[in-house]
C-alpha cells in the first residue's frame, strides 16, 4: 500500500546487533539532489548568488547537505503574483541542522526570512507572494553556522495546503477526537491508541506537509470555554490564550489537606508557543505556589526529552480549611494568539516520579552483560526506587537498578533527578530474541501502596554539535523520538572477546568513612588479548566517593586490585557498584565490557567507629 507523507523509522540488524534508528522520510514532490551533495561533488559550488544551483519548476522536494559554516544558494524562476510554500525539514527528519531560510530578490534583498515555524519546531517555513517576474534566491543555512554530522535537509516548495495551528492540543487514549489544524477540522482517532503511546501525527488531508504532533492522555477531558461547571480531578483541561496579556481562571474544588500536581504540557509538544507560568491561590487570593518563571537550570543531567527547557509543573498541598482553589495559565511574556495552546493536567497525588531511559537500545552480547543507564525523575517522591524489567525473558539475567533514596544526581526547579543502572546478562548457553523490555521502576508509598512508573525511552538519538550544560542550550541537546513509543529495544550479539569479573576483598572502617577494597578479573576468550591494567568502577548513586590506588597484579595481568572510599557525605544505603574496562583490539577496534554488579552497603559514620577490616 502507498504510504502516507511523514517520517518512518529504520534501523539496521545484523549479527554484531542493531543500530540506532534513523528516519527515512516519504514526500509527496519530485525528489532531486542538490549538486554539492552528489558523491565527488567540490564544496561551496553554491555558496552564492552567482553560482547558485538553478531548480526545476515547482512542486519538487531537492535533498541537500550543509558541510560546516556555509549556506546553500538557489535560484527560483517565479512570476508577479505567484505564491509558493518553501519550507526546510531538518530536525524534523533526525538532522541535527537548525535552519534558517530567506528568500532573496534579484539585487540580493530579503523579501522573506523565517528561522522557527509555528508547529516546525526548530523548522522553517515562509509563504512568498512573488512581486515581480525574475529570479529570486533561495538560502538554506544553519542558524550557528555549526559543523553537524548529521547535516542534511529537505527543501520543499510548492503551493499547498498545511497544519496553521492546531486546538486542542492532545486528546483521551480510547476516544475519537475534533480538532482543529486552522480553517480545517479532523476527526483522530485514539480508540485504538496503545498504552505506550504518547503522541500521534495529525494532517490536513492531502497535503504534502508533514503531519505534526498530537498529544494522548489518560485522564478525563475538557475543553475551555468550561463556563461554571464544576471540574473534578484528575482532569486534563484543554485552553488556548487567544489574546495578549490573557490570564485563564480555573476553580477546583478539593478537600483540605489534599495533595496536587499540576502540569502543563505546550512548548514540549512542539505545537505551541507558550511558556506557561501557573499559579494556585486559595479563596482569599494567598499564592500557594507558582512554577513557571524560576532561572532556567544551568544543566540537566538527563537527555532531555523536550524540544525546549520544558513546561511548568507544581505539587503543593492545600493547607487545612481550604476547599477551592483557583489555578491561572497566562504566558511568561504576556503573549497570546492561535499557537498558544495548552494542555493543564491536574492529579491528586504528591508524590510521583518519572523513569526516563538514557539509551534507545542496548546490543547484549551473548554470554556478557551491558548496561543500561536509567534517569529517574522525582516529583515529589524521595524514598528508594528499584528498576525492574516486566517482560524479562528466559535466559537474561537483570541485576542492579536500585535508585538511592533521596540523593538527587542533579536538581532543577522542576525535578530532582537520581541514577539508576541495569545490567542485563545473557546466562551462558542462553539464545536471546530481539525483543522490547518493558522497564519500570517500582516503589512504595507511605501508606504502603506501591507505584509503577513505565520508564519512557527516547527512540533514538542523534547527537547535536555545540554547548548543551549552560545557558539556553535548547537548540543543541539532542534529538530524540519518543513519540515511537519505544521502549528499551535489546538485540543479542555476538560474544565479546572477555568477560569481567569485580569482587569485594576487605573493608576497614576509617574515622571519616569506609575504605573498601575490590579486586577486578578478566576471563579472555584469547588467552594472547592483551588486558588493561586499570578499569573503571562506579557505586551508583553514591555521593563523595572515590576510586584510589589501583594496581594491576604484578604476576598476574588479568586481575588487580582499587580502592573505593566514602565519607560521612555518603549516604547510609545500599547501592549497586559494578566495573567497566576497555579492551584493545587491534586495527583500531576496541570493546567495552561490563561486569555483573554486587551489592555495597554502606553504614552511618558514628562518633564510635573504630579502626579495623571486615569483609
Not at 530579503?110 to 515562509?126: C, K, T
Not at 534566491?137 to 496553521?164: E, H, M, W
Not at 538514557?358 to 524521595?382: H, I, L, M, Y
Amino acid at each position: 500500500a502507498d504510504l502516507a507523507v511523514g517520517v518512518y523509522p529504520i534501523r539496521v540488524v545484523t549479527a554484531d546487533g542493531i543500530s540506532n534508528v534513523q528516519l527515512f522520510t516519504v514526500g509527496a514532490f519530485p525528489e532531486f539532489t542538490e549538486d554539492e551533495s552528489r558523491p565527488g561533488a567540490l564544496p561551496n559550488t553554491n555558496d552564492t548568488t552567482e553560482t547558485a544551483q538553478p531548480l526545476p519548476p515547482p512542486p519538487f522536494t531537492l535533498n541537500g547537505t550543509l558541510r560546516g559554516p556555509e549556506r546553500d544558494m538557489f535560484r527560483l524562476s517565479a512570476k508577479a503574483g505567484d505564491k509558493r510554500v518553501i519550507e526546510v525539514e531538518a530536525r524534523r527528519c533526525g538532522s541535527a541542522i537548525d535552519p534558517m531560510l530567506e528568500i532573496l530578490d534579484a539585487h540580493g534583498k530579503a523579501i522573506a526570512r523565517n528561522e522557527d515555524a509555528p508547529l516546525l519546531g526548530l523548522d522553517a517555513r515562509v509563504e512568498v507572494a512573488f512581486p515581480r517576474d525574475g529570479d529570486y534566491y533561495v538560502v538554506v543555512r544553519d542558524s550557528r553556522f555549526s559543523v553537524q554530522t548529521a547535516n542534511f535537509y529537505r527543501l520543499k516548495v510548492g503551493s499547498y495546503s498545511y497544519p496553521r495551528d492546531v486546538f486542542p492540543l492532545g486528546g483521551r487514549r480510547g476516544e475519537l477526537v475534533e480538532t482543529s489544524l486552522g480553517p480545517e477540522k479532523i476527526k483522530v482517532d485514539l480508540r485504538n491508541a496503545s498504552a505506550n503511546v504518547r503522541q500521534v501525527f495529525v494532517n490536513v488531508p492531502g497535503s504534502p506537509a508533514l503531519p505534526v504532533p498530537f498529544a494522548v492522555g489518560d485522564d478525563p477531558e475538557v475543553t475551555t470555554p468550561v463556563g461554571d461547571a464544576p471540574i473534578s480531578v484528575p482532569v486534563t483541561i484543554n485552553a488556548r490564550l487567544a489574546d495578549a496579556g490573557q490570564v485563564d481562571r480555573y476553580a477546583l474544588p478539593v478537600p483540605p489537606s489534599r495533595a496536587l500536581t499540576f502540569r502543563v504540557q505546550a512548548r514540549e509538544l512542539g505545537t505551541s508557543k507558550l511558556m506557561a507560568v501557573i499559579t494556585v491561590r486559595d479563596e482569599k487570593g494567598n499564592v500557594l505556589g507558582r512554577s513557571g518563571d524560576e532561572p532556567l537550570a544551568d544543566d540537566l543531567y538527563n537527555v532531555n526529552q523536550s524540544r525546549t527547557a520544558g513546561d511548568p509543573i507544581l505539587r503543593l498541598q492545600t493547607p487545612p480549611g481550604v476547599n477551592q482553589v483557583t489555578v491561572t495559565v497566562e504566558d511568561l511574556a504576556l503573549r497570546g494568539g492561535p499557537n498558544y495552546a495548552y494542555r493543564l493536567n491536574v492529579q491528586p497525588v504528591a508524590q510521583d516520579f518519572r523513569v526516563t531511559l538514557n539509551a534507545p537500545f542496548v546490543n547484549v552480547p551473548a554470554g556478557g552483560s551491558v548496561a543500561v543507564p536509567v534517569t529517574v525523575q522525582r516529583q515529589g517522591f524521595e524514598d528508594d526506587i528499584q528498576l525492574r524489567v516486566a517482560n524479562a525473558p528466559n535466559g537474561l539475567r537483570v541485576e542492579g537498578g536500585y535508585v538511592v533514596a533521596g540523593l538527587p544526581v542533579k536538581e532543577t526547579p522542576q525535578n530532582r533527578n537520581s541514577r539508576g543502572v541495569l545490567i542485563l546478562t545473557v546466562e551462558p548457553g542462553a539464545t536471546l530474541e530481539s525483543l522490547d523490555l518493558s522497564v519500570e521502576g517500582v516503589a512504595k508509598l507511605p501508606d504502603g501502596s506501591m507505584i509503577v512508573r513505565k520508564a519512557e525511552g527516547p527512540g533514538m538519538i542523534v547527537n547535536v554539535a555545540g554547548a548543551n550544560e549552560q545557558g539556553a542550550v535548547d537548540r543543541q541537546r539532542s534529538l530524540t523520538a519518543p513519540w515511537m513509543g519505544l521502549q528499551l529495544v535489546a538485540a543479542p550479539t555476538k560474544p565479546r572477546a572477555a568477560t569481567l569479573e569485580v569482587t569485594m576483598v576487605e573493608r576497614t572502617r576509617m574515622a571519616e568513612g569506609d575504605q573498601i577494597k575490590f579486586r577486578w578479573k578478566w576471563i579472555p576468550r584469547d588467552a594472547a588479548q592483551v588486558l588493561p591494567k586499570s578499569v573503571s568502577a562506579e557505586m551508583v548513586g553514591s555521593a563523595d566517593v572515590r576510586v584510589i590506588d589501583m594496581q594491576a597484579d604484578v604476576k598476574d595481568s588479568s586481575t588487580g586490585t582499587f580502592l573505593m572510599t566514602t565519607t560521612k557525605l555518603t549516604r547510609p544505603s545500599k547501592y549497586d557498584m559494578y566495573i567497566t574496562g576497555r579492551l584493545n583490539l587491534g586495527g583500531g577496534e576496541q570493546e567495552d565490557i561490563v561486569s555483573r554488579p554486587i551489592t555495597v552497603k554502606v553504614d552511618e559514620v558514628g562518633a564510635a567507629n573504630a579502626t579495623g577490616s571486615r569483609p
